[in-house]
Nanobody
């Protein structure tokens, strides 16, 4: 069974930074593109960033491009999301997800992802 566990969320002032970690354990993927999504109260779940299993291709939503960086360690056991220049609109529960049906490409649609973590809360204060 695949298990995804997020950590690193918390309270941060606007303009600050946080680094989220997604630890992958259990059954090892032969390949799976990874994504970060977020959901704010009263809003739809939205794609934040993704990274392809092979090749290292990344994708970002327009709202975080230039501020957030997604990366995966060489052992493919950890996915990081470095979040810089945080603003109030970044407040949400952030979840990592795995799409084992893709190796080279990244889906921005949450329904394409089969495995999810429990989420970690990020609160940005003024």
């Amino acid at each position: 069974q695949v298990r995804l566990v997020e950590s690193g969320g918390g309270l941060v002032q606007a303009g600050g930074s946080l680094r989220l970690t997604c630890a992958i354990s259990g059954r090892t993927f032969s390949s799976a593109s990874m994504g970060w999504f977020r959901q704010a109260p009263g809003k739809e779940r939205e794609f934040v960033a993704g990274i392809a299993w092979a090749g290292g291709r990344t994708a970002y939503s327009d709202s975080v491009k230039g501020r957030f960086v997604i990366s995966m360690d060489n052992g493919k056991n950890t996915v990081l999301l470095q979040m810089n220049s945080l603003d109030l609109e970044d407040t949400a529960v952030y979840s990592c997800a795995a799409d084992p049906n893709k190796r080279w490409f990244i889906s921005t649609t949450w329904t394409q992802y089969d495995y999810w973590g429990q989420g970690t809360q990020v609160i940005v204060s003024s």
